[in-house]
């Protein structure tokens, strides 16, 4: 085990569930479209399910427009609401939170001289994101599944992280919240996974248990 931890030369950490997180956004959906919080909810989930299965066209700015002017249009049906101010009241809902173990454990993980690569099932607007939260100059590359055009658990994606962070599949280890899409995707590349279940039943249960365990 200890000949192991000492080929580790990168960490790949999953976005959202394990560095973020999402505000709930019916409160200010509902705000904003002048309707009950149960509409808003309900309009919410629509374009979720809907992004969920189109993600990865959002992979360069003019197509994220796009995606998300669709998206709107979705919730505004599904909420039974006009679809011109769907877009800008759906945008100004979306706001993600850095996870408190978040910043600590990747200082953590860097001093310990290991590369940081994040690799999500998103659009091209991840480091976008991640700059807002005060995560991007923690990391050294952000692979997203929309600009490589395969998600998790998809090898490629994986593929592509292992790229970013210039090591092989046994020298790296991946963290996520996910048992599908992080631990056995990770799992069939070859490298380790570490499960991050925050109420428990995990690997671990804070990111901040990972310098100790890798180091």
């Known amino acids: ?9 990168a960490v790949l950490l999953d976005g959202m569930g394990t560095l973020l997180r ?18 808003a909810e309900r309009g919410f989930r629509a374009e979720v399910a809907y992004y969920l299965e189109h993600q990865l066209e959002g992979f360069d700015t003019e197509r994220l427009a796009n995606l998300r002017e669709r998206c709107a249009a979705v919730m505004a049906e599904a909420a039974g609401v006009e ?10 809902s979306l706001r993600f939170e850095a996870f408190g173990d978040a910043a600590p454990a990747l200082t953590q993980l860097r001093d310990l001289g290991l590369r940081l690569v994040v690799v999500s099932n998103w659009d091209c607007s991840l480091p976008d994101v991640l ?8 990391v050294d590359a952000v692979v997203t599944s929309a600009v490589v055009g395969a998600a998790k658990p998809d090898p490629r994606i994986f593929a592509a992280a292992l790229d970013a962070a210039g090591c092989w599949g046994a020298e790296a280890v991946h963290v996520g919240d996910s048992l599908s899409n992080d631990v056995e995707g990770a799992r069939r590349v070859g490298i380790r996974s570490v499960l991050l279940a925050r109420e428990g039943a995990g690997d671990i249960r804070s990111l901040i248990e990972l310098p100790a365990l890798l180091s």
């Open 1 to 9: 085990m200890a000949n192991e931890v000492t080929r580790v030369k």
């Open 22 to 39: 999402l505000v709930p956004p019916a409160p200010a959906l509902a705000r904003a479209l002048a309707i009950d919080e149960a509409s």
């Open 83 to 92: 679809p011109e101010a769907a877009l800008e009241a759906l945008m100004r």
């Open 131 to 138: 700059d807002r939260v005060g995560l991007l100059t923690l």
